[in-house]
């Protein structure tokens, strides 16, 4: 069983940064992809950005160079950094993990980011 926690979210003005911070926990020795979606209000959920365990990452082309990921093999986290936010980036922002290639989903409870003036 994989337990992820986020943390890292909140209200910030447009323009601002916020860092996201995940981290795993439970019986894993290794995990092949890490990554974050969002679901808006209304919306369905999104990929934002992914990573694997080799440093592949992929993303949102609305992210695109706001919006970066890196995460501690070790540690097993992943983190997401967030530049020059919009209103539209508001969102409940979900980490997710797969253990092995097509291997199942696992989520997080998910934070609230609130981009706003």
């Known amino acids: 069983q994989v337990q992820l926690v986020e943390s890292g979210g909140g209200l910030v003005q447009p323009g601002g940064s916020l860092r996201l911070s995940c981290a795993a926990s439970?019986?894993?020795?290794?995990?092949?992809?890490m990554g974050w979606y969002r679901q808006g209000p209304g919306k369905q959920r999104e990929l934002v950005a992914r990573?694997?365990?080799?440093?592949?990452?992929n993303y949102a082309d609305s992210v695109k160079g706001r919006f970066t990921i890196y995460r501690d093999n070790d540690k097993k986290m992943v983190f997401l950094q967030m530049n020059s936010l919009r209103p539209e980036d508001t969102a409940v922002y979900y980490c997710?993990?797969?253990?092995?290639?097509?291997?199942?989903?696992?989520w997080g409870q998910g934070t609230q980011v609130t981009v706003a003036s």
């Open positions: 997710n993990c797969r253990l092995t290639i097509g291997g199942v989903d696992n």
């Open positions: 990573i694997t365990s080799g440093g592949s990452t």
């Open positions: 439970g019986s894993i020795f290794s995990i092949y992809v």
